[in-house]
């Protein structure tokens, strides 16, 4: 399989809108911008705007992150992230899906669901019913979790160690595969008034699963959706991690905050895909992004400015605390970091510092927590619509990625500036479609069909299907 070219022949570059259903996902302190509605995030208004606005723009889809548990490795308490909104209130992603599918036709929703603490039997089905209503545009984001406060909450002490956490997932993935692929035929129901049959029972099969964390012997209990088995998306970045992806994953997030990072994350993927004898390009690569945009450069830097104005140090730090594993609280913010102990903390300044052209300069904590305060761990695209466009294509063409997660820094405005400057630079460049392919999501992203290609783990449990 080969990555998606545009009509003109150029590769084509995806766009994902990055999301939460939250207040605040990578950007602390921005809710409190004047132009900013992030706080209408709990009304179904909010959110089919936002849908609108991608459709418009031809985004592939919706990401929505989600975590289970609040990020409360800063002070050992949730105390900073609740006054701060760092994800935190927080409700489910998938009650969202519905009405926005309700308004749109083509745009995708990758959904984020961790493998920890449901059992995959109801879980299927919530899945199943969602492919169902959006017509086959349904993905899930698959995730193992990372937050402790999520385990305890759940009766645990901790999370399963690392690597663990793969092999229960591994396991959890199969249960699933065989409930939408494995059960029931493609032609089970027959909604046969004449007979008055409406499912075939012997076109019913129980899948007789036993392993090492579930027993699932029955049938799974949804009829066979557009896709089946939604798109599946990964954003591990560990070894165990990428090797989970490169059996299962269709779409993978990363977020590196340099093309060099960025071109070595997607080499391993890439050599992990073949390593689990697919095609390397069997898997769609999107990398983190945040573009502050307008009608020209000095108003993209204007923009980008003001809204330093508003970034919330304790916030930020609060995030990088959940995302490291570190209680950054114990240091002072204007501590320099080469003082603080860690050689975590400063691989990542580091990072950040190759990343912003500040390599000589000497970071404080402050100075970390605010370059996280707009776009959050990813790197940030500050111009007008020509030039960004320019920089997302390098991105493309110097790291081998298919697409970007477009992450808000003030929510809708973010998407709508996109929209309104990249979107017809990108098309002039022949670099971004002009219309949707029609389809499933699947079928969007691969242009080879709504189903699991044979080449996928998942495969081995479809029942025989004419194709």
Not at 44 to 67: C, K, N, P, Q, S
Not at 152 to 175: I, K, P, S
Not at 275 to 300: E, K, L, S
Not at 346 to 368: I, M, N
């Amino acid at each position: 399989m080969s990555y998606p070219t545009t009509t003109a022949g150029h590769r084509e570059i995806l766009f994902n809108a990055f999301d939460m259903n939250c207040v605040v996902h990578q950007s602390p302190g921005l809710w409190r911008h004047p132009e900013d509605r992030a706080r209408d995030y709990n009304t179904i208004g909010y959110w089919t705007h936002i849908a609108r606005t991608l459709e418009e723009g031809l985004f592939d889809g919706l990401f929505i992150a989600d975590v289970l548990g609040p990020y409360d490795v800063f002070g050992a308490n949730p105390e900073a992230a609740l006054r701060s909104g760092a994800q935190i209130p927080l409700q489910d992603p998938f009650l969202l899906i519905s009405a926005m599918a309700a308004v749109t036709d083509n745009l995708g929703f990758g959904i984020t669901a961790g493998t920890a603490y449901e059992h995959p039997y109801p879980f299927s089905r919530r899945l199943g019913t969602l492919d169902h209503l959006t017509g086959g545009r349904v993905g899930w984001n698959v995730v193992t979790g990372y937050l402790p406060s999520a385990a305890q909450n759940m009766g645990q002490e901790d999370q399963m160690e690392h690597d663990q956490r793969y092999d229960h997932a591994d396991e959890y993935m199969d249960v699933v595969y065989k409930l939408l692929e494995g059960s029931w035929e493609d032609d089970a129901v027959l909604a046969d008034k004449q007979s008055g049959i409406f499912t075939d029972p012997a076109k019913v099969h129980r899948i007789e699963h036993q392993g090492e964390y579930f027993k699932t012997p029955g049938i799974g209990v949804v009829e066979p959706s557009p896709q089946r088995m939604p798109v599946v998306y990964q954003a591990g970045a560990s070894t165990r991690g990428r090797a989970f992806a490169g059996k299962h994953a269709e779409a993978v997030f990363i977020n590196p905050p340099t093309k060099e990072l960025a071109k070595a994350s997607v080499q391993r993927i890439r050599q992990s895909v073949a390593d689990a004898g697919r095609d390397p390009y069997d898997v769609r690569i999107f990398a983190m992004q945040t573009i502050v945009t307008g009608p020209d450069n000095d108003a993209a830097q204007a923009k980008y400015d003001d809204l330093t104005r508003y970034v919330d140090a304790e916030g930020g730090l609060v995030l990088m605390s959940g995302w490291m594993g570190i209680d950054l609280s114990q240091f002072d913010l204007d501590q320099p970091i080469g003082e603080v102990e860690s050689n975590a903390i400063q691989s990542t300044v580091e990072t950040f510092q190759k990343a912003s052209g500040r390599e000589d300069e000497v970071w404080t904590v402050r100075q970390l927590a605010e370059w996280v305060g707009v776009g959050g761990f990813g790197p940030v695209i500050i111009g007008d619509g020509p030039s960004a466009a320019q920089q997302l294509i390098e991105w493309q063409e110097e790291t081998d990625i298919d697409g970007f997660n477009l992450a808000y820094h003030i929510t809708p405005g973010t998407f709508e500036d996109i929209v309104k400057y990249v979107v017809p630079e990108l098309q002039k460049l022949g670099r971004y479609k002009t219309e949707y392919t029609p389809g499933t999501l699947r079928n969007k992203l691969f242009g080879a069909g709504d189903h699991l290609p044979e080449s996928h783990h998942g495969a081995q449990f479809q029942l025989r299907r004419s194709r």
